[in-house]
T-cell receptor, first 111, second 111 residues
Framework: GENVEQHPSTLSVQEGDSAVIKCTYSDSASNYFPWYKQELGKRPQLIIDIRSNVGEKKDQRIAVTLNKTAKHFSLHITETQPEDSAVYFCAAIQGAQKLVFGQGTRLTINP | SQTIHQWPATLVQPVGSPLSLECTVEGTSNPNLYWYRQAAGRGLQLLFY??????ISSEVPQNLSASRPQDRQFILSSKKLLLSDSGFYLC??????????FGPGTRLTVT
């Protein structure tokens, strides 16, 4: 089955700087890769996703890149703000129904 | 638009007691439904998923069970709770094979 590894587990950046979170996956058949943001005590929220037919997708300050050959994908947040502080989870789809999640990255934005 | 409900929001139960958590989805038909558990400060563990009424796939053998008596209703149950069952229980739905959206969650404390 699919295995997703996420790094780093914690990340601290200065407000205004960029943050990058990386994930690797094992199943070359996976074709969908979402990112979720979870604030303390809240539900995970889908913030961006990418399918295997594209290499990059951008939505304002966040972007996701995918390298199918190397089987890794990354979340990029530019011009970070205090409200970006949260736990971020990557995931890869297994089969047609299941998402396999990474272990999460706790991002802290320092003012 | 689609809405997902979970109840109760919080629950404190003694060890050995039964459990019933409910999830309902509005504004869609024949969704895929999922139950996840998140231990404190940890990642998302898929417990069960369902692609239709009466169709349940179990991901982790344990003392929990799931049922889908109606198209947009998903129930998580246990006959006897363990201390290790404490956590944040999240229901999720998807209409396509891809995007999953989470409910507000139930925070369960087993004492």
């Amino acid at each position: 089955g699919e295995n997703v590894e996420q790094h780093p587990s914690t990340l601290s950046v200065q407000e205004g700087d960029s943050a990058v979170i990386k994930c690797t996956y094992s199943d070359s058949a996976s074709n969908y890769f979402p990112w979720y943001k979870q604030e303390l005590g809240k539900r995970p929220q889908l913030i961006i996703d990418i399918r295997s037919n594209v290499g990059e997708k951008k939505d304002q300050r966040i972007a996701v890149t995918l390298n199918k050959t190397a089987k890794h994908f990354s979340l990029h947040i530019t011009e970070t703000q205090p409200e970006d502080s949260a736990v971020y989870f990557c995931a890869a789809i297994q089969g047609a129904q299941k998402l396999v999640f990474g272990q999460g990255t706790r991002l802290t934005i320092n003012p | 638009s689609q809405t997902i409900h979970q109840w109760p929001a919080t629950l404190v139960q003694p060890v050995g007691s039964p459990l019933s958590l409910e999830c309902t989805v509005e504004g869609t038909s024949n969704p895929n439904l999922y139950w996840y558990r998140q231990a404190a400060g940890r990642g998302l563990q898929l417990l069960f998923y369902s692609v239709g009424i009466g169709q349940i796939s179990s991901e982790v053998p344990q003392n929990l069970s799931a049922s889908r008596p109606q198209d947009r209703q998903f129930i998580l149950s246990s006959k006897k709770l363990l201390l290790s069952d404490s956590g944040f229980y999240l229901c999720a739905w998807s209409q396509t094979p891809y995007e999953q959206y989470f409910g507000p969650g139930t925070r369960l404390t087993v004492t």
